[in-house]
């Protein structure tokens, strides 16, 4: 089956999943069946530590459009997504979370509307996210707003992994060398022509999640460096503005000592120091991960190691049973 005979890849990074996977495959199933088009659905195993592993052997016994790709080590979700969107053949690749709190009911009207648009990208748009508790979507708004101020504005508001792209897209990001890929940002930074679909948010169909406050918090930062020179002028000015107030400490001092007012300064010594050695810190801090990133890059070190991919042994089996043949 040659790279573009398929109309359809879905691509589903999964990471400790055995709970939901047996539900995903009951609603994505139908929904992909019904389009009666050529499809895939390529879940990458993130290196899971449960029987998510297991579960998926099971699941592509009865599902042969199932395809399983694994990966030697967990290298996390953005890694993942792209291990899989690279590992694609589809015309058109939709990428969803094993979740459900993304609907596959919307795949079919991602793909009418990139066919009827010529649209080259479809984002997945969420509009209700009541089932989300009050600090997570707090947490998501100051996000989105931040990205969308240092970023630009073509960063659609509340868009996720959830989208559609086409293979035009997926090769223009595989032309790019970021070696801690964002597709979040990536995907609208490209500026292809866009589309969106909106949906509500549901709630996680089982299983805990897989983004706790530490990995949020990690993909703000890598999102922050990898797309913006924002925080190194932070520090410029940060920088500017601890020798402008050491500038007016020392003019009070003058003013002070010249009016015989003088008394012991250790106070304004010890507020001045403290002031001046958190701003050196913090700036070293922003240039660390800028110069961490930049040796990330000179190393030029795989982010993911593909262990197997059902796909590919497939074909070395019918290599087999042809050369047997013969």
């Known amino acids: 089956?040659?790279?573009?005979?398929?109309?359809?890849?879905?691509?589903?990074?999964?990471?400790?999943?055995?709970?939901?996977?047996?539900?995903?495959?009951?609603?994505?199933?139908?929904?992909?069946?019904?389009?009666?088009?050529?499809?895939?659905?390529?879940?990458?195993?993130?290196g899971s530590s449960d029987g998510s592993a297991a579960v998926l052997i099971g699941l592509a016994r009865l599902w042969p459009e199932l395809r399983i790709v694994r990966l030697r080590r967990n290298s996390g979700h953005q890694a993942a997504l792209s291990a899989g969107l690279f590992r694609s053949r589809g015309e058109y690749v939709a990428s969803i979370d094993a979740d459900l709190q993304d609907p596959p009911e919307k795949i079919p009207e991602m793909l009418r509307l990139a066919r009827t648009e010529n649209l080259d990208i479809v984002y997945g748009v969420r509009t209700d996210r009541s089932t989300d508790n009050r600090f997570k979507r707090w947490t998501a708004g100051a996000y989105y707003d931040l990205i969308r101020r240092l970023v630009g504005k073509n960063v659609p508001r509340h868009a996720g992994d959830f989208r559609l792209l086409s293979r035009s897209t997926v090769e223009a990001l595989r032309e790019l060398p970021e070696r801690a890929p964002v597709l979040r940002l990536m995907v609208p930074w490209i500026g292809f022509p866009s589309g969106q679909v909106t949906y509500t948010r549901a709630e996680r169909a089982a299983g805990q999640t897989k983004y706790p406050l530490r990995k949020m918090l990690l993909l703000a930062v890598d999102s922050v460096t990898s797309f913006s020179a924002a925080p190194l002028r932070l520090a410029t000015w940060l920088g500017v503005g601890g020798v402008g107030l050491c500038a007016l400490l020392l003019v009070m001092t003058m003013v002070v000592y010249l009016s015989g007012h003088t008394v012991p300064g250790w106070s304004s010594l010890f507020v001045a120091t403290l002031f001046i050695g958190a701003v050196q810190l913090l700036c070293l801090g922003l240039l660390g991960e800028y110069v961490g990133r930049v040796y990330t890059a000179v190393q030029n070190r795989p982010p993911y190691f593909i262990a197997s991919d059902s796909a590919a042994l497939a074909a070395e089996d019918d290599g087999l049973v042809r050369n047997a043949g013969r």
């Open 1 to 46: 089956m040659g790279p573009l005979s398929l109309t359809l890849s879905v691509v589903v990074p999964i990471y400790n999943e055995e709970a939901v996977l047996p539900l995903l495959v009951e609603r994505l199933r139908p929904v992909l069946d019904e389009l009666r088009e050529p499809y895939e659905v390529v879940a990458v195993d993130d």
